[in-house]
């Protein structure tokens, strides 16, 4: 089965999942998200009130790129992505973590999950 997601719902779900799951997949797999200052800060003047998460998105929406540094196992598992992996590929998610979160009953397993996707293409630790 096939799931197609609208960029929106792609943007949506992913944020939701940083939002939920990102500190739990840094510290757990050993990663660090890592990203352009420069960037960071244009995103953020951009943005009235943001937390974290919205400057991360508004980062990716202006065409920058974020980086899952792999600190634990020598760089073997360090992945960048642009908007365009968004909207790719959390509609590859497993159907079961997809669908929790569609309805809303998304955890920091179902960010997890989404995350490794969007970042790995695949589901590397966990």
């Known amino acids: 089965m096939k799931i197609s997601l609208t960029h929106e719902e792609s943007e949506n779900y992913f944020f939701?999942?940083?939002?939920?799951?990102?500190?739990?997949?840094?510290?757990?797999?050993?990663?660090?998200?890592?990203?352009n200052l420069s960037d960071y800060k244009k995103a953020m003047s951009k943005l009235e009130n943001?937390?974290?998460e919205d400057v991360l998105m508004?980062?990716?929406?202006?065409?920058g790129i974020l980086t899952m540094?792999?600190?634990?196992?020598?760089d073997s598992y360090t992945s960048s992505i642009n908007i365009n992996d968004v909207h790719q590929r959390v509609q590859n998610t497993n159907i079961r973590h997809l669908v929790n979160m569609i309805n809303k009953n998304d955890d920091?397993?179902?960010?997890?999950?989404?995350?490794?996707q969007v970042f790995f293409n695949e589901i590397i630790f966990g």
């Open 16 to 35: 939701n999942s940083i939002c939920n799951a990102l500190d739990y997949v840094q510290s757990g797999y050993e990663l660090e998200l890592t990203y």
């Open 50 to 52: 943001p937390c974290y």
């Open 58 to 63: 508004k980062i990716l929406k202006d065409g």
């Open 69 to 74: 540094k792999d600190i634990g196992c020598e």
């Open 108 to 116: 920091a397993v179902t960010g997890d999950v989404i995350i490794q």
